[in-house]
């Protein structure tokens, strides 16, 4: 079955640490995003890419970085910049951007010890 | 920015009985518009989407309702079931092809 495959589930991350959240899809999807997700808020857009080789930061992307070297991988990093780690990840892909339909992993839970 | 937000965020309904989730919009460029479903711990799940050339939209048990005049959309679940219950937002989708998602509403339903 196709789909996209994020990893770990639960993440645990001391303070000062980078920590490296994977996201993989069989969908042959040209475009995969990364959200970020808080209680009581809606999904929040940190990266995301077009096409392999190209990303494009969005609208809360200090403190994290991301790569596409492959079609169907899409890693999101938190660096130790990142403040507020602690949140529900999320990593969607689209056939191509201008086509909506959209469809998610089902997500990695940070927490900061 | 413009935003999408939510005028509930705590829906109780009886089973059987029907569920409405309202949602509003401000950017009245946003031409699709899309609900999704999401349970505790997993991904959004799709649910129904429509195009701002239409009112309505039927699915199975689900209808999307949306008014452009007061830049408004609804989903409506007929006969809800205890498995219906979850957090509900929807996205508004403009030029940019970027998503901008509402907070939720979570629909919480007693047998």
């Known amino acids: 079955d196709g789909g996209i495959t994020q990893s770990p589930k639960y993440l645990f991350r001391k303070e000062g640490q980078n920590v490296t959240l994977s996201c993989e899809q069989n969908?042959?999807?040209?475009?995969m995003y990364w959200y970020r997700q808080d209680p009581g808020q809606g999904l929040r857009l940190i990266y995301y890419?077009?096409?392999?080789?190209?990303?494009q930061k969005g609208d809360i992307a200090e403190g994290y970085s991301v790569s596409r070297e492959k079609k169907e991988s899409f890693p999101l990093t938190v660096t130790s910049a990142q403040k507020n780690p602690t949140a529900f990840y999320l990593c969607?892909?689209?056939?191509?951007?201008?086509?909506?339909?959209?469809?998610f992993g089902s997500g990695t839970r940070l927490t900061v010890v | 920015g413009e935003s999408v937000g939510l005028h509930l965020p705590t829906l109780s309904v009886q089973e059987g009985d029907n569920s409405i989730i309202n949602c509003a919009y401000s950017?009245?460029?946003?031409?699709?518009f899309i609900w999704y479903k999401q349970e505790s711990g997993k991904g959004p799940q799709f649910i129904i989407d429509?195009?701002?050339?239409?009112d309505k939209r039927q699915g199975q048990r689900v209808t999307v309702l949306l008014n452009k005049t007061v830049k408004h959309l609804s989903l409506q679940i007929a006969a809800t079931q205890p498995g219906d219950s979850a957090v509900y937002f929807c996205?508004?989708?403009?030029?940019?092809?970027?998503?901008?998602f509402g907070r939720g509403t979570s629909l919480i339903v007693h047998p």
């Open positions: 969607a892909s689209t056939v191509k951007m201008e086509l909506y339909g959209y469809t």
């Open positions: 969908l042959n999807h040209d475009a």
């Open positions: 890419s077009q096409i392999v080789n190209d990303f």
């Open positions: 950017n009245s460029a946003s031409d699709y």
């Open positions: 429509i195009r701002s050339n239409m």
């Open positions: 996205a508004e989708i403009g030029g940019s092809y970027i998503p901008t």
